[in-house]
């Protein structure tokens, strides 16, 4: 069965937390919600999980970049393997715990990380 594409409206609202008639009214198409199936869900969960594997990726390509390194002298620099820093720029494996931490940090003050590392 092919999927139709559906257009997206985006539509901008104010609400006053404090006043629940500012709520914005449900639209929820509770036929379509009732025919979901658990395979439909596993289906858009897997397809989350790789949208979020390459944002992760276009991440640490995006601070690789900024900085100028190659994937060699990042992995130099901040003690990583360089398959990790491939594995990570490809999708395969996101950053987490304290590399991920380290990323960030180098995101928002790269200068200052550079001198310490």
Same mark, same amino acid.
């Given at each position: 069965?092919?999927?139709?594409? &559906? +257009? %997206?409206?985006? !539509? &901008?609202? %104010? ?6 008639? @500012?709520?914005?009214?449900? %639209? /929820?198409?509770?036929?379509? /919600?009732?025919? !979901? =199936?658990?395979?439909?869900?596993a289906?858009?969960?897997a ?7 390459? +944002?992760?990726?276009? *991440?640490?390509k @995006?601070? &690789?970049?900024?900085? =100028?390194? !190659?994937?060699?002298? /990042? @992995?130099?620099?901040i003690?990583?393997?360089? +398959?990790?820093? &491939?594995?990570?720029?490809? =999708?395969?494996? *996101?950053p %987490? =715990?304290p590399?991920?931490?380290?990323l960030?940090?180098? +995101? ?6 550079l001198?310490?590392?």
């Amino acid at each position: 069965m092919k999927e139709k594409k &559906r +257009d %997206t409206k985006i !539509t &901008r609202i %104010t609400v006053d937390f404090n006043d629940p008639k @500012s709520f914005p009214k449900s %639209t /929820l198409n509770k036929k379509l /919600l009732n025919a !979901t =199936g658990e395979k439909e869900i596993a289906k858009q969960k897997a397809q989350d999980d790789l949208e979020a594997k390459m +944002d992760a990726a276009l *991440y640490a390509k @995006s601070i &690789r970049e900024k900085l =100028g390194f !190659t994937q060699k002298e /990042l @992995s130099e620099r901040i003690m990583v393997p360089l +398959d990790t820093i &491939r594995n990570w720029e490809q =999708g395969k494996r *996101y950053p %987490t =715990g304290p590399a991920r931490l380290l990323l960030k940090i180098l +995101d928002k003050s790269p200068k200052l990380v550079l001198q310490v590392i």
